[in-house]
């Protein structure tokens, strides 16, 4: 019988709220005149020209690409993104000035969470002149399970020890595309497990290797 081994964890995306902060403590305030200047300068040249425009502000050796268009439904009317992480930024007339994503690449490329914790609080006063108050959104942690040899045939009803209320079921296609299905359909297989997801906690149960191919992550092999 192999043996169940824990191979990898960790922090495999984090999502952080950004405020201005006075006395260590978070602010509501629009952001300086001067910069929604230049991020609106910036957005226009990238419309412009029908592409992203890389500005000189960088992280982690690449530069930062204005995208044409706004997310998150107007409030945050520009976002910047390089390979490790995005960043939106609004005007600051709801709950904070910026959001910021880090992507699992990145943070898998760090020594420890605390490094890449360190590398955005730079980045951050650099681009708005001052510390800035970071608060956790979103935080997905990991943990790459190997040697367990009975996972397709558990039952995520029977063989689950969970309050989730909601529980689902993750299939996907041999072939390479991105549909997922909640019930069985012919030509697909079984490859996972999901928890109250879509929830303020939530668990995913998944075949790494198989996501590893569909997302096109090779890298993560070494890790």
């Known amino acids: 019988m192999s043996e169940v081994r824990i191979v990898n964890r960790g922090v495999d995306t984090l999502v952080v709220n950004v405020y201005y902060t006075d006395n260590e ?9 001067a910069l929604a200047l230049q991020l609106d ?25 204005m995208q044409p268009n706004r997310a998150g439904h107007g409030q945050f009317p520009w976002m910047l993104k ?15 000035v910026a959001a910021v994503r880090l992507s699992s690449q990145y ?44 996972i397709a045939s ?29 019930d069985f359909s012919y030509g697909l297989q079984e490859t996972g497990f999901d928890f109250s997801k879509r929830g ?5 149960i998944y075949d790494k290797t198989r996501e590893m191919k569909q997302s096109g992550k090779e890298w993560f092999s070494d890790i």
């Open 25 to 33: 403590r978070p602010i509501r305030r629009d952001i300086d005149e």
């Open 41 to 65: 300068e910036w957005k226009k040249l990238a419309q412009e020209q029908g592409e992203p425009f890389i500005t000189p502000w960088v992280f982690h050796e690449a530069s930062l690409q």
């Open 82 to 96: 390089t390979p490790d992480i995005t960043l939106y930024i609004s005007q600051g007339k709801w709950n904070g």
């Open 107 to 150: 943070l898998w490329s760090c020594r420890g969470l605390l490094d890449a914790l360190v590398w955005l609080d730079s980045f951050l006063t650099e681009v708005f002149k001052q510390a800035m108050f970071l608060q956790p959104s979103e935080i997905h942690l990991c943990a790459d399970v190997a040697g367990w040899p009975d």
């Open 154 to 182: 558990l039952d995520r009803r029977k063989h689950f020890v969970s309050r989730s209320r909601k529980r689902g079921s993750h299939f996907e296609q041999d072939w390479k595309t991105d549909l997922r299905v909640k």
């Open 200 to 204: 303020v906690l939530s668990c995913t």
